[in-house]
């Protein structure tokens, strides 16, 4: 079976952009967190959705923003990109949410650099 | 007072070694505690997960939460090259997020 899959891998872009990542979870899963995680930091909580709405959202600015699909498939938007915002995004994708959520699988993640 | 505390490293072992890996957190609400390892360019998997005070072992790994102190430990016996990687702790309180520690990363030479 194919585990989470995240696209692009890699991805750079300038300050002021926009940007879209995409993320694929496994099969019967039905949540979706994302994740940012800094060099030499733990990953940091931005959003996690299950069945198409926002279940809960991480201490980020507006400028974040996320949705899942029918297919549970989700996008992480950031808009006017800041060269803080240069980090390894990781989708985890979980059964359910709530309580059985704390088993997360990861994708590899997209590494963005903001230049 | 950081809700999550764990020493960054690195820590360098010989082969064979035991590993120690610790963290301290703060925060009682906390129910599920969790070890991740992540791999350089990867994505943290999932290594321990227990929700009580007391050690779960599986295989060359055990995982100790002792909730009076607060604090969570790792232990890896028989320590292999392979096991080189970064170590996560991390906690969850039931609700939608995971809590990560910064990480510790480990070596073990061969």
């Known amino acids: 079976d194919a585990g989470v899959t995240q696209s692009p891998t890699h991805l750079i872009k300038t300050r002021g952009q926009q940007v879209t990542l995409r993320c694929s979870p496994i099969?019967?899963?039905?949540?979706v967190s994302w994740y940012q995680q800094v060099l030499g930091q733990g990953p940091q909580f931005i959003f996690q959705y299950y069945e198409k709405e926002e279940r809960g959202r991480g201490n980020f600015p507006d400028r974040f923003s996320a949705r899942q699909f029918p297919n549970y498939s989700s996008e992480l938007n950031v808009n006017a990109l800041l060269l803080g915002d240069s980090a390894l995004y990781l989708c985890?994708?979980?059964?359910?949410?709530?309580?059985?959520?704390?088993?997360?699988?990861f994708g590899s993640g997209t590494q963005l650099s903001v230049l | 007072q950081k809700e999550v505390e764990q020493d960054p490293g690195p820590l360098s072992v010989p082969e064979g070694a035991i590993v120690s890996l610790n963290c301290t957190y703060s925060?009682?609400?906390?129910?599920?505690f969790m070890w991740y390892r992540q791999y350089s360019r990867k994505g943290p998997e999932l290594l321990m997960y227990t929700y009580s005070s007391g050690n779960k072992e599986d295989g060359r790994f055990t995982a100790q939460v002792d909730k009076s102190s607060k604090y969570i430990s790792l232990f890896i016996r028989d320590s292999q090259p392979s096991d080189s990687a970064t170590y996560l702790c991390a906690f969850f309180t039931g609700g939608f997020k995971t809590i990560f520690g910064a990480g510790t990363r480990l070596f073990v030479k061969a």
């Open positions: 985890a994708s979980s059964l359910a949410s709530g309580a059985v959520n704390e088993k997360l699988f």
């Open positions: 925060n009682s609400a906390f129910q599920y």
């Open positions: 099969s019967g899963h039905k949540s």
